[in-house]
């Protein structure tokens, strides 16, 4: 370090910047000295989960796609259009989730604050009466920081008093796209991001293709749902590199069909089926911490279609768009790049 030539910076756009290290790259733009952290006062913490109940396997196959349908579309309003079922907003920004979904048996979960999952199971008692399924709540940490702090003492591996850090430390195959030779298909184990607009305004016919793909088809993952949406638009400065599509999404989801995925973008576009979409400026389309590097990108001419992973490298080069461009979408990539094009020409930075 005494090596080190420390000068004052000239000429840098420090706001463009802060910019792109929240969320740009990693160290693509320099090395970060100093962190400061503000801390927020800590509300109740809740636990709530939805399980099925020994009455759900007496249920007929008719009641148990009003109860699906019922759920998707519960699942969707309290927290899109919480108004429509007596929810307020900030109750339902108040509950999140990394673990929702559309299946009510398979234990979909939120982790609420401000006592909002009482309103949650109540919201759902009022909008459909069933003995099926049954929401619990558990309140029994004041925070989110005591319910890691109790986790990890279940690992003899972290120190008394320490929260717990999951996923361990490593490089995980959690997602994949990849050619089965057994079925002669291409499956997507990959996030699909949804657009809010998408949900509220189309929300009969989101209900129908999210039960369809989910329970009659099952190329939609039941759970494991990443929630978004909410105050993310504007919780922050705004200051950060997340791709339109992100910042105004609803959460992410998985869809495993190529086919399925199409179908999700021809509404997200307002084309229709077999009608190409490709506009001027792509808004982006996945979440660069929940990918692989196989992910389907959208092709060049035809936003609607992925990218196919048996074609070869160039052929793919020339005509899916890049992964940095799926990320960060084209108007935000180009900002990025000039933006590293000035504070690091020489490249140090990679």
Known sequence: EDLWDWQECEDIDFAGLWYAVRGGGGGTYGVITSIYYQLHHFTKYESVVCLPTENFTSQSAEEL????????????????????IGV????????????????????????????????????????????????SIDGSWPSYAHHSVFFG???????????????????????D???????????????MVFPTDTIVNKLDLMIEMFYECVFIHET????GMYLLGGNIASADDGMNALSTSRRHSAFKFAVYSLEWRTKFKQIFYGVESGKPFAGKSF?????????????????????????????SEEMRKEKC????????????LMKLQGIHAAVDPDNLFN
Do not use: M
């Not at 796209?177 to 996030?191: C, G, I, R």
């Not at 768009?321 to 935000?332: D, I, P, Q, V």
């Open 88 to 135: 307020t907003e900030f109750a339902s920004n108040s509950c999140g989730s990394p673990n929702g979904g559309f299946n009510p048996a398979t234990g979909p979960s939120f982790v609420c604050n401000n006592n909002a999952g009482g309103i949650l199971k109540g919201a759902w008692e009022r909008f459909y009466s069933t003995d099926a399924v049954d929401i």
């Open 321 to 332: 768009l890049s992964f940095h461009e799926a990320a960060w979408g084209t108007e935000g």
């Open 220 to 223: 939609c993952a039941p759970g």
């Open 177 to 191: 796209t990849f050619f089965d030779a057994s079925t002669q298909d291409v499956v997507a184990d990959e996030y």
């Open 65 to 84: 796609e009003e109860l699906g349908k019922k759920w998707i579309e519960f699942f969707l309003r309290f927290l899109y259009l919480p108004e429509s």
């Open 153 to 175: 003492g279940t690992s003899s591996n972290i120190p008394e008093g320490r929260a717990y850090d999951g996923p361990q430390p490593g490089i995980y195959s959690s997602f």
């Open 283 to 311: 808004p982006g389309e996945l979440c660069h911490n929940h990918v692989s590097p196989n992910f389907p990108t959208a092709l060049k001419d035809d936003w609607t279609q992925g990218c196919d992973p048996r074609w």
